[in-house]
Structure formats: structure tokens, C-alpha cells
């Protein structure tokens, strides 16, 4: 059974750093695995911050472009989000997601979220 367990969210001043941790149980990280980031605040929908690929190609949203990093771990089972320079409007619920090709078919895993409160 796969399991996703995010880690890392807090109070934080704005121009403060947070690093969130999500790990992964009952799969092995390979070439089969990639990450990704959402977050999701009130009245909002979830939107993608950052994903990274089996190769560790990334991409992010607009709005965390040179203030985020996100990376990957495959010994650990884990995949990192190293956030800078926070702002008020990353207040959300940040969640985890694995996505896992078995044979001919993507499977995605999400973590329960953890919250980011950026106070101004």
C-alpha cells in the first residue's frame, strides 16, 4: 500500500524559509516516479506550485518562479520543496503528489497536506 506523508509546514514571517518533505512508503522512487507540489487556499482551487520529473527535470508555477526549488531524494523515498522568500498570498494547504507508471497506466498518490501560514 502506498502511502504519502508531507512534513515541514509552519508559522513563518514573510521573507522567511520553509522546507516541506513528503515521503513515500510501498514504492521504490525510480524512474517510474514523479513529484509534484499543489497547494490550495481558502476559496481557492488546488494549483500546482512545482513537479519534478523521473529525470529531474522541474517546473513551477509563475507565482513561486526563483523562490521555490523543488528536488528529489530516490534513495530516501522523498521529495523536497525549499521555499524562500515567502509571501503572504503562499499561505495554503500544500500538498504532496507521487505519480507512478505500472506497466501502461499512471497511478497518483496524495498526501493529507500540510499547512503554510506566511504572516505579513
Known amino acids: 500500500q502506498v502511502q504519502v506523508v508531507e512534513s515541514g509546514g509552519g508559522l513563518v514571517q514573510a521573507g522567511g524559509s520553509l522546507r516541506l518533505s513528503c515521503a513515500a512508503s510501498?514504492?521504490?522512487?525510480?524512474?517510474?516516479?514523479?513529484g509534484g507540489w499543489y497547494r490550495q487556499a481558502p476559496g481557492k482551487q488546488r494549483e500546482l506550485v512545482a513537479a519534478i520529473s523521473s529525470g529531474g527535470s522541474t517546473n513551477y508555477a509563475d507565482s513561486v518562479k526563483g523562490r521555490f526549488t523543488i528536488s528529489r531524494d530516490n534513495a530516501k523515498n522523498t521529495v523536497y520543496l525549499q521555499m524562500n522568500s515567502l509571501k503572504p498570498e503562499d499561505t495554503a494547504v500544500y500538498y504532496c503528489?507521487?505519480?507512478?507508471?505500472?506497466?501502461?497506466?499512471?497511478?497518483?498518490?496524495w498526501g493529507q497536506g500540510t499547512q503554510v501560514t506566511v504572516s505579513s
Open positions: 503528489n507521487v505519480n507512478v507508471k505500472i506497466l501502461a497506466s499512471r497511478y497518483d498518490y
Open positions: 510501498g514504492i521504490i522512487f525510480s524512474s517510474n516516479v514523479m
